[in-house]
């Protein structure tokens, strides 16, 4: 009974998706801290830090997309970053130029 037991949450924990798994990283490649999409600046790094969560101490890093333009591969930078540091947590800032919060 506990080897079923073990087994279950060995398949479950398995099974779990990974919501970047279909987020291509082709096209990006860096340089220091900077990140480039298809050889043009697309984000930097805006802030590490140190945290302690949950009992833990983690380390988190913050990217900012260049342009506007860059917002719709933001999970491609995040992806790309989080595949070469995968035990630190990864944010990505949008840039949007909003003129009214009507829109």
Do not use: H
């Not at 398995?14 to 082709?26: D, F, G, K, Y």
């Not at 802030?47 to 260049?66: H, M, P, Q, S």
């Not at 995040?78 to 944010?91: M, N």
């Amino acid at each position: 009974m506990k080897n079923i037991l073990i087994g279950s949450i060995l398949l479950l924990s398995s099974c779990a998706v990974n919501p970047l798994r279909n987020i291509s990283t082709e096209g990006f490649s860096y340089e220091g801290t900077d990140i480039y999409y298809k050889g043009e600046l697309c984000a930097q790094m805006a802030a590490l830090e140190v945290a302690y969560d949950d009992g833990k101490i983690v380390r988190e890093i913050t990217y900012v997309v260049t342009d506007e333009k860059f917002n719709d591969v933001a999970m491609g930078v995040l992806k790309y970053v989080r595949d070469r540091k995968p035990t630190w947590e990864v944010e990505v800032e949008l840039k949007k130029f909003v003129k009214s919060l009507d829109n």
